[in-house]
């Protein structure tokens, strides 16, 4: 379980461009939850993903998993137990080096490296294996640079990267905003199928209503550091993109906009 405790986050502290995103701010996410984010720039969506992470500190309050307090954690000590796939393609992988190679160092993350070769060619059949699950005909391409790929490819082998290893949380940050209509619905085939097998807390932030609507089972919208709606199982279930709609156009209207 994911918890964040009266958190308060400002920007440009103590200059006359203050600026306080996140005042009190609590939510709590159960294992297993699959949470869509959504809202308008900047509404805190991408900082609250950055404040679990351990990207951005928090000012005050406590970020808080399975009853520990990891709020002065080191990001890459997170990272241990966090999966993430960011917007950009080439975040999330080495593109100078193949698909073999990134997914070796996937495979081994939080544990230490000596100087020998890292690859074990004896995994390249079960690399193979799982880019085969793909249906994107990577399986017959471990020697080739990801730089060398399509954006929907590396982002695929990034997705798949990032759970290689037993991780508590998968965190998507807006991973389909880059492609083309297409291979955005495959990426997120292939997520929902990966969270479903893996069973894994999943936190997506994406501008796709329909994918908010379709994929999930919990619908977060977040406004000036706050969240506007909240809605899990059935009440979520029932959700329509022209719900979420009015009230984007509620919130538009009320700001002046």
Known sequence: M???????????????????LFRDFNL????????????????GKTSLLNIICGSIDVDEGEVVINGNNITRQKDYIRHRRIGRVYQDPSKGTCPSMTILENMALAENKGHSYDLSFCVKKAKADYYR??????????????????GALSGGQRQAVALLMATMTPIEFLILDEHTAALDPKTAEII???????????????LMVTHNLRYAVE????????????????????????MKIEDIMALFNKISVECGN
Do not use: P
Not at 8 to 13: A, E, F, G, I, S
Not at 129 to 146: A, C, F, T
Not at 188 to 202: G, I
Not at 219 to 235: P, Y
């Open 2 to 20: 994911l918890e964040l405790i009266n958190v308060n986050k400002y920007y440009n502290q103590g200059t006359v461009n203050e600026m306080c």
């Open 28 to 43: 709590t996410v159960e294992d297993g939850e699959f949470v869509s984010v959504v809202g308008s720039n900047g509404s």
């Open 129 to 146: 294996d799982l880019l085969s699950k793909l249906n994107l005909g990577l399986e017959d391409k471990l020697n080739v640079r990801v």
């Open 188 to 202: 997120m085939e292939l997520t929902d199928q990966v969270v479903r097998e893996k069973k894994v807390t999943t």
């Open 215 to 238: 994929y999930g089972n919990r619908i977060l919208m977040m406004h000036e550091g706050k969240a506007v709606l909240d809605e899990k199982g059935d009440a979520k279930s029932s």
